[in-house]
């Protein structure tokens, strides 16, 4: 597949409709950072409402918040948000394996690289609501995460759009 063959004329057409996105101040307008996973289904802009501009938004495998740490950080300490919010999702592809598996699967495929494997925690969860509960607990307890912030958790559907607070 060659998904970048298409990139530079879905460029032109949102160039001419970018306005003056460029003179968006670097720090996010709603002092928010959001973290949720990377998968392709979601679209936070589009769920949530918020803009460019708006807020941070950090993706990962499951919307980890321990793999978020370093961005957290930096959002907080350099550029001013002030609340988290931790989005899991239903048929999230973090709830179908687990550490044992990858590396299982990934020593089979890359034995030279038996060693780095064993190392990596991919973080799987196996409970969606445990582990949204998980990741704010991460956060609340982390020393470098701003305290008496808001930190809410929330669970995003990804067969009905739906999104609901679970912390």
């Known amino acids: 597949m060659d998904a970048f063959k298409d990139f530079e004329a879905a460029n032109e057409r949102y160039v001419e409709?970018?306005?003056?996105?460029?003179?968006l101040p670097l720090p996010p307008a709603k002092k928010l950072?959001?973290?949720t996973c990377m998968d392709a289904r979601i679209d936070p802009a589009a769920h949530l409402g918020i803009k460019e501009g708006d807020a941070h938004v950090i993706r990962n495998a499951g919307g980890v918040c321990k793999e978020a740490l370093r961005s957290i950080v930096i959002s907080q300490q350099l550029l001013g948000t002030q609340e988290i919010a931790v989005f899991h999702h239903t048929d999230c592809g973090?709830?179908?394996f687990t550490n044992s598996d990858i590396k299982s699967l990934l020593e089979?495929?890359?034995?030279?690289?038996?060693?780095?494997?064993?190392d990596i925690d991919f973080l799987p969860f196996a409970n969606l609501e445990q582990s949204v509960k998980d990741d704010?607990?991460?956060l609340k307890q982390?020393?470098?995460?701003l305290k008496d912030i808001r930190i809410t958790g929330w669970i995003y559907e990804v067969e009905t759009g739906k999104v609901r607070q679970i912390v």
């Open 142 to 145: 982390h020393p470098l995460v």
């Open 33 to 35: 950072t959001i973290v």
């Open 136 to 138: 704010v607990q991460f």
């Open 94 to 96: 973090m709830l179908t």
């Open 17 to 23: 409709t970018f306005g003056a996105k460029g003179a």
């Open 108 to 118: 089979e495929r890359y034995p030279a690289a038996a060693d780095e494997v064993k």
